[in-house]
């Protein structure tokens, strides 16, 4: 079993849509993140959630809303989607404190 | 607040020769250190870590990597490189338990035979 998971894997869509991605982990962990790769490689936090409760909300633009049913699961909304959120997403999940994280095999989006 | 370095965009080494790859960090508190290796269009694997204690931390693979609080420095080291070592590597750094982890922009590690 994938311990972290994403849906899908790509994702083609046009500017000004709204798209989803999901995440589940199996790990039992308490908390939950979504990172941005951007072309560069470049990694940044975008949400963390601990316990279904947001802790970490970086400067996103309020297109992008997270939303957390359960522990074990974190999806991504993005609405009015634009040529620069074009990226991988990459969800992964953590035990609360010290550990390290695991991450999901990431979405690609591209915006056309 | 804390950030993460590593300064060199690509190395490139001989198969069997030692490997390093540099970061270095700041953090006002105490630093948690992680490295991540990510091959092509895979997500990102866990290496090692340094949260407390030897400051010579043991890794998958046969990598290690070394603390060093006065250089603020968290080296990773493999003795011998193997080709399949090729991939991106990324330094990242929690500060406390409930700091956000951030990622340094990575080093591009190139192993010829």
């Known amino acids: 079993d994938t311990a972290v998971s994403q849906t899908p894997k790509y994702l083609v869509t046009q500017m000004g849509n709204d798209k989803s991605i999901k995440c589940e982990q199996n790990l039992g962990h308490d908390t939950m993140y979504w990172y941005k790769q951007d072309s560069k490689k470049f990694l940044k936090i975008m949400f963390s959630?601990?316990?279904?409760?947001?802790?970490i909300n970086e400067t996103v633009p309020n297109r992008f809303s997270p939303k957390s049913p359960d522990k074990a699961h974190l999806n991504l909304h993005i609405n009015s989607l634009e040529l620069g959120d074009s990226a991988v997403y990459f969800c992964a999940s953590s035990q609360s404190g010290a550990n390290e994280a695991f991450f999901g095999q990431g979405t690609r989006l591209t915006v056309v | 607040a804390q950030s993460v370095a590593q300064p060199e965009d690509q190395v490139n080494v001989a198969e069997g020769n030692p490997l390093t790859v540099k970061c270095t960090y700041s953090?006002?508190?105490?630093?948690?250190l992680f490295w991540y290796v990510q091959y092509p269009n895979r997500g990102l694997q866990f290496l090692l870590k340094?949260?407390?204690?030897?400051?010579l931390v043991k890794g998958s693979y046969g990598f290690e990597a070394e603390f060093n609080k006065s250089q603020t420095s968290f080296h990773l080291k493999k003795p011998s490189a193997l080709v399949s070592d090729s991939a991106l590597y990324f330094c990242a750094v929690r500060e406390g338990s409930w700091g956000k982890l951030q990622f340094g922009a990575g080093t591009q590690v190139v192993v010829t035979p």
């Open positions: 953090v006002s508190g105490n630093p948690y």
């Open positions: 959630y601990n316990n279904k409760e947001l802790i």
């Open positions: 340094y949260i407390t204690g030897d400051n």
